[in-house]
């Protein structure tokens, strides 16, 4: 009996946030097309099970993890150890040849079962400053790929590379008008698109509700979609109310390129794979970080943009009134608008995804003779490559931190 070539099994860690789920798929995707057999590992929060929920062809594995918040300490390293048994039962049952965290608290315990069963093991950081989930998945691993460019000097891993942060094939510019019709919104009428990210943003809801009237009187044009969360929904359409038909109010969005693809100008919350779809939109924005994200992420992923100005950056702690003038400032200036537009080509990786998968398809092969490569792939023997083998420019910035 002849026994058939096996296709290159991929577990991706991902999920805990959209941040880490979306791109996660974006690269599963890419693996699916060559002909990858994927199994994508996520948490039970609601945003990773409707993320999944359309998902053909791939196995999905939901492990118990919570993520480290306060005083939950216990908790959260019974949840990883719970996790970590899960994903090493299920791997040796159908065993990956490499895996990919994500990032986020989802991702510890699967890359940390593969690796024990053998896998090639990939991690990818999409923040500015690593997450503490990656710091420590950074020495367990063989490769790492980051989102910005001055994060190569940020893992303590011989192989690190930037690649960007992969986005989903539907994320690409739209027809503006089509979009605001299909929202039910004048399609000849600016508007400004405020989202805190898949979970919502409570402080970021409060700020522009304080600044809502300010803005809506001093640019009676001005529509507004507004992604609150579930928790502030309520809230949120309460205030927008006498607005009428000028507001579109959502808990959340799946189909985030129409409401992208609809807006004049953003405000939203500085995660990574915010950014990087604001970006492959080209939509200028307003960042507002979240103050309590881990080693201040946020406010510096939000810095690197607003620095080469392809966005505004504006603190939670900002007066409604001055955020209400600064917004309003930026949504009746074309022409600034169309400089931020520009700066952010500089920051979008079109073939992040595609970048990813070819690394885990050359590597992966070698550590697992017999695989099936797709064709086109040549995979190359390891050799060292330092994280500081980067651009020169990479190289002095990251001395000088």
Request: contains cysteine; positive net charge; aromatic residues 6%.
């Amino acid at each position: 009996m002849i026994t058939p070539t096996p296709n290159l099994h991929v577990a991706i860690a991902c999920g805990g946030t959209g941040g880490h789920l979306f791109p996660g798929l974006a690269v599963a995707q890419e693996l699916s097309q060559e002909g990858c057999d994927i199994t994508l590992c996520v948490s039970p929060k609601e945003v990773d099970q409707q993320g999944v929920r359309g998902v053909i062809g791939m196995d999905v594995l939901t492990l118990p993890v919570v993520g480290l918040q306060g005083r939950n300490l216990l908790k959260f390293l019974m949840a990883t150890l719970r996790s970590r048994r899960e994903a090493r039962r299920y791997f040796a049952a159908k065993k990956p040849h490499a895996v990919i965290a994500m990032g986020g608290f989802t991702s510890t315990a699967p890359a940390l079962a593969g690796r024990s069963l053998g896998a090639v093991g990939f991690l990818h950081e999409s923040n500015y400053v690593p997450g503490r989930a990656n710091r420590l998945l950074a020495h367990f691993v063989d490769e790492c790929f980051v989102g910005f460019p001055e994060s190569v000097c940020r893992l303590w891993n011989p192989r690190v590379s930037h690649t960007g942060t992969p986005v989903r094939p539907c994320i690409e510019p739209q027809e503006t008008s089509a979009c605001r019709m299909g929202l039910g919104m004048n399609p000849d009428k600016p508007v400004l698109l405020i989202m805190g990210g898949s979970q919502g943003a409570s402080g970021l809801n409060e700020l522009i509700l304080s600044a809502l009237p300010a803005m809506s009187s001093g640019m009676p044009d001005l529509q507004f979609l507004h992604l609150s969360g579930e928790r502030d929904l309520t809230m949120v359409r309460n205030a927008h109310a006498p607005l009428g038909r000028r507001s579109v109010v959502r808990a959340f969005f799946s189909e985030m390129e129409f409401a992208l693809g609809a807006a004049t100008l953003a405000v939203s919350r500085s995660g990574a794979s915010t950014m990087a779809e604001l970006a492959a939109m080209q939509l200028p924005s307003i960042l507002v970080p979240f103050p309590q994200a881990a080693d201040n992420h946020q406010y510096f992923n939000a810095l690197a943009f607003a620095s080469s100005g392809a966005a505004m950056l504006l603190e939670q702690k900002t007066p409604p009134s001055l955020f209400a003038q600064e917004t309003l400032k930026l949504a009746t200036n074309p022409v600034r608008r169309d400089s931020m537009a520009q700066a952010l080509r500089r920051w979008h990786v079109p073939d992040a995804a595609r970048r990813i998968a070819q690394r885990i398809l050359t590597l992966a092969p070698l550590h697992h003779p017999g695989l099936r490569v797709p064709q086109g792939t040549n995979p190359q023997p390891f050799g060292h490559r330092s994280a500081f083998g980067a651009e020169k420019e990479t190289v002095e910035s990251c001395l000088s931190q």
